[in-house]
């Protein structure tokens, strides 16, 4: 019987478990859009009215008057909800038409633009993200790029929460993309078929392919790029180290490292052997980042939180050790009180102040300051 996940349409509600559905992250709190994941929901979702954000994956947003657009042919030209934050809006079915609905709050500014990017995949598949732009950046001052890699793997970057928010890394001159490659999804189960049982390397090529439309545009600096990711995308970060060095800097966050380890402490144990086989098969071999580590050269920040029981901090504690071992640059954020996420409102000051003087030191060239905010 095919156990891959197939998920249906519709807003994520409180469901009893079912261990062949669960990906690598907790379950996502409640967002506020949603994502058609096979093309029967997609085509009956297409008769019918929903209320999402403004600007959000399956919409058709309204049409933009600023002169900001995109300068690559990989970039799609900006919308109205591009140059404003998400809200709730009512999307007619047939006209596409978007009207903004009222809201509890007024919507916040935020320090740039949203453009959605595409890229065609080594195998024809197609590739689409999203790029928040700083206010300051231009050709004639290009902003270094950030890529976040979204986590599950079944995920995509279709909400929008205080948690790897974008618009703080873009408030300090850095361009995000936000890309949804193999396995994201809202894009049917072919998509989610194209990296099932083939993590590291089909992921690897989705996401070469969308950074690299991404930097055909002369507002974005080629030479000043780094990398983001937690739980599967942690994972991501660590292939993406022991696999390329296009990166000046990676952040991997609640990462898998040693899989076959990995596998037996997880709360969700259950679920590998579904995907990867019995522990010490040849997927766990092939896919393990920790198998590539003397390739490791770029700079590494290793986050994890000591209450992570879906990716035990056994990952983290491992992973540094081997970086320490090989001498690679790296430095260690740990927080004992924390899980998969990292939540307390300190600690998350904590979090981005240190992400924030890893990458600055990095990729700007500032020199590495401790936060105040670390203990």
């Not at 929008?160 to 850095?174: D, E």
């Not at 690897?204 to 599967?232: F, K, N, P």
């Not at 939180?305 to 970086?323: N, S």
Request: proline share 10%; net charge neutral.
């Amino acid at each position: 019987m095919d156990r891959r996940p197939r998920h249906r349409a519709g807003p994520r509600v409180r469901a009893r478990r079912v261990p062949h559905r669960r990906p690598v992250g907790p379950p996502t709190p409640r967002p506020s859009t949603w994502s058609p994941t096979t093309r029967a929901a997609a085509r009956s979702s297409a008769s019918r009215s929903t209320a999402r954000s403004p600007g959000s994956p399956g919409t058709t947003p309204r049409t933009c008057t600023s002169t900001r657009h995109p300068t690559a042919a990989s970039s799609t030209p900006c919308t109205a909800a591009s140059h404003s934050p998400p809200g709730p809006a009512r999307i007619d079915a047939v006209t596409g038409e978007v009207t903004d609905l009222p809201s509890p709050a007024p919507r916040p500014e935020v320090p740039g633009t949203l453009a959605e990017v595409t890229a065609t995949a080594d195998d024809g598949a197609t590739v689409r993200g999203w790029l928040a732009v700083p206010e300051t950046a231009s050709a004639a001052d290009p902003a270094p790029l950030v890529l976040f890699v979204h986590g599950g793997p079944l995920g995509s970057w279709n909400d929008w929460q205080w948690r790897w928010q974008s618009w703080i890394l873009a408030q300090q001159g850095y361009a995000v993309l936000m890309p949804d490659p193999c396995m994201s999804t809202g894009y049917g189960q072919e998509m989610i078929d194209r990296g099932w049982g083939n993590w590291g390397p089909r992921t690897q090529a989705d996401l070469d392919a969308i950074v690299d439309a991404t930097l055909e545009r002369d507002d974005i600096d080629a030479e000043r790029t780094a990398a983001m990711g937690g739980s599967y995308g942690g994972y991501m970060a660590n292939w993406l180290a022991g696999h390329t060095d296009r990166y000046k800097a990676i952040v991997t966050h609640a990462s898998l490292w040693n899989l076959d380890q990995f596998a037996g402490t997880t709360d969700a144990a259950m679920y590998w052997q579904r995907e990867f086989g019995e522990p010490g098969g040849e997927r766990y071999q092939l896919l393990s980042p920790h198998n590539s580590v003397d390739e490791i050269t770029t700079p590494m920040l290793v986050i994890h939180g000591d209450k992570d029981y879906r990716v035990p901090i056994g990952e983290a504690l491992r992973l540094w050790w081997d970086l320490r071992r090989t001498e690679v640059d790296a430095k260690f954020l740990y927080f004992p009180d924390e899980n998969h996420w990292i939540l307390k409102p300190g600690n998350i000051v904590a979090w981005y102040e240190t992400v924030l003087a890893f990458l600055g030191h990095h990729v700007l060239g500032q020199e590495w300051k401790r936060p105040e905010s670390v203990a």
